[in-house]
């Protein structure tokens, strides 16, 4: 049985008062085009996307693709300017500046705590355990009148580990509020994906990213999934031309190169294990934490020394060890196998 909420009542009073503003191209995409003010000289240079025309607001086509790809309706299709806009319009939708608070999961992505210093909202922090897992009961309990929004990483960074589904489904069913789960490592992930939940929670926001299995962060395309309503608050608040027209021909791209896509995917997965593998036999590695993501956390002696001299030897990996439950932890990307192999003659070197 879906769960029942009133979204409506969650939105600010002036959001769900606004009048959005309506572009030139709301009206008319065809025809002479003397509306926008652009130049209809067109771009200096050899074009085949009219860049010299503001793109289409909405974004049809690529949220079809996207659409499909998920097993979802276009109508529970959002896209941005990476998972980071969808965040900040999130904030802007919901949470009242001054007012209202957020609930996040440390160690977990810093940018939620960031945009929400950004739009003055409180955040109340409650810690995963030793293992990196929810912990629903401390969180619901952690709920105030003035919580709006829950955040979950899911699978999480920096940690890499999904979490357990039972636990994000108790906070979905306790909360009635906005419950965030960040997917963007969700094809490297042997658990599916909850967008599949959509229909079962009004509440529920799936974020996914173009960036990490698709191989695309340059683009910057982030994307939301979620109830219409939900969609449709987003969608009137967010630039009226936030996507452009050189990140969505990629992004539409990209679809039609989905074995491509499988391929890396496959490729990363093989050199996740043969990392893992490699790494567990170093004498300086206490631990290499389970993984469903395209990254590694490992603990290892000297953590902060073992990161400078990596770096020194031109191979960057990520410091975590201020992170609760995080101490004397690195975080490594899996890369090509000539990366990681040039990883390890880096790490034999120093160590």
């Known amino acids: 049985m879906s769960k029942q909420i009133n979204i409506d009542a969650l939105v600010r009073e002036n959001i769900r008062n606004l009048k959005p503003y309506r572009s030139a191209r709301d009206d008319f995409d065809r025809g002479i085009l003397l509306d926008a003010n652009e130049n209809s000289m067109g771009a200096p240079f050899e074009d085949d996307l009219e860049l010299n025309r503001y793109p289409m607001p909405y974004q049809e086509e690529l949220r079809e693709k996207i659409a499909a790809f998920r097993d979802v309706h276009k109508e529970n299709v959002f896209v941005g300017v990476g998972s980071d806009e969808a965040i900040d319009l999130l904030f802007r939708v919901f949470c009242i500046p001054g007012k209202d608070r957020v609930i996040v999961n440390p160690p977990t992505y810093g940018m939620y705590k960031v945009s929400a210093n950004i739009n003055d909202v409180q955040v109340d922090e409650v810690l995963l355990t030793e293992g990196f897992q929810l912990q629903p009961e401390n969180i619901l309990d952690a709920v105030q009148p003035e919580t709006k929004i829950i955040f979950i990483c899911s699978p999480n960074n920096p940690t890499a580990n999904s979490m357990n589904i039972s636990d994000v489904v108790r906070v979905l069913e306790g909360f009635n509020g906005i419950v965030v789960v960040d997917e963007a490592y969700i094809d490297f992930s042997r658990q599916g994906s909850l967008a599949n939940n959509l229909n079962d929670f009004p509440n529920l926001v799936v ?59 496959k490729s990363i997965l093989k050199e996740r294990e043969r990392v893992i593998n490699k790494l567990i036999k170093y004498e300086a590695v206490d631990y290499v934490y389970p993984t469903d993501a395209n990254f590694i956390l490992f603990k290892i002696k000297n953590a902060m020394d073992v990161y400078k001299k990596m770096a020194e030897e031109g191979v960057i990996i990520r410091y975590r060890g201020n992170e609760p439950h995080c101490e004397d932890c690195l975080r490594l990307t899996i890369g090509t196998q000539a990366e990681n192999d040039r990883f390890f003659e880096a790490l034999d070197k120093i160590k």
């Open 207 to 265: 974020l996914q990213t173009m960036s990490k299995s698709f191989g695309l962060a340059g683009i910057r395309l982030g994307i939301a999934l979620a109830n219409p309503e939900v969609i449709s608050y987003m969608m009137k608040v967010k630039a009226p031309y936030n996507v452009n027209k050189l990140t969505s021909k990629k992004a539409i791209q990209a679809f039609s190169n989905l074995g491509n896509i499988t391929t890396n995917i």
